[in-house]
């Protein structure tokens, strides 16, 4: 797609948001960071905060009107907020699972359903939904992350499809554990998992820089799967290629889950 210059970011007051946000804004795009946490504004002007709870329809609306007001139209819509989920099956009780959908999943569709007549419209505009890798390769432990992951993947090939007549795209990006503050919001009922994910995204070699540079990457090419880092890359080509040895890799880590008496 063109480049665009007038995007906006949910969770953009933290992590990928963050990072999404800032470099959107030096490559000379007017962005909306929308976050329920206060954001920062600047980038000579060219960076505007606004409170947005992606589970409200109102927050929603009154963000689509504010676009349509002060800029006219949307060239990139980033449904990127989310939070942590995951347990095992009996752990994770179903008030969490409810939980994750309604951020990580009706929140994108809430989203992209207030922002597709403009896009429409206008004949032009992209949508990027974060996923995860968790989108693609499903661990034991995740049940909940892997299910609502796996649903934003599906739900924007859907969109991309049903959009492409109107000269608008749809990105799904499925990134695997970078450095975040994504874990302080962990719901699940599952200590065992949730210092397991701690550690790998604490470790993790990959900062969210890095991954909004891969992103905008696959933007500018109109990739429709965004898979930015090469442990997310190899993790998946071992399931398209080796499925026998992806499910002795997934229940290997369920075998050692069990050997720790989780």
């Known amino acids: 797609m063109s480049t665009p210059s007038r995007v906006l970011v949910t969770g953009g007051a933290s992590g990928l948001g963050l990072a999404l946000v800032e470099r959107f804004a030096a490559r000379g795009a007017r962005v ?3 976050d329920l946490a206060p954001g920062a504004e600047g980038q000579g002007g060219s960076v505007v905060h606004r409170r947005l709870d992606v589970r409200s329809e109102e927050d929603w609306e009154a963000a689509r009107a504010w676009v349509e007001e002060q800029w006219g139209g949307l060239d990139l819509l980033v449904n990127n907020a989310g939070v942590a989920g995951g347990g095992r099956v009996e752990l994770c009780s179903i008030d969490d699972w409810q939980w994750v959908f309604d951020v990580n999943l009706f929140g994108v569709v809430r989203g992209t359903r207030a922002f597709v007549p403009m896009l429409k419209a206008q004949g032009s505009g992209w949508i990027v939904n974060t ?3 968790a989108g693609l390769v499903h661990p034991p432990g995740m049940g909940s992350y892997n299910a609502v992951k796996a649903a934003v993947v599906a ?3 859907t969109v991309s499809h049903e959009l ?14 970078f450095r975040t503050n994504l874990m302080g919001s962990l719901r699940g009922g599952d200590a065992d998992l949730a210092a397991t994910m701690a550690r790998f995204v604490e470790q993790s070699p990959i900062s969210a820089d890095d991954i909004a ?3 905008i990457e ?3 090419r109109g990739d429709e799967l965004i898979v930015p880092d090469e442990p997310a890359r190899a993790a998946y080509s071992l399931k398209l290629t080796d499925r026998a040895a992806y499910d002795a890799q997934m229940r290997g880590i369920a075998s050692r889950m069990k050997e720790r008496g989780a």
């Open 131 to 133: 996923a995860s890798l």
């Open 155 to 157: 739900f924007s090939e």
């Open 218 to 220: 696959g933007v500018d």
């Open 164 to 177: 492409a007549p109107y000269g608008v795209g749809c990105t799904a990006v499925c990134p695997s554990y």
């Open 32 to 34: 909306l960071s929308a």
């Open 213 to 215: 540079a891969a992103v």
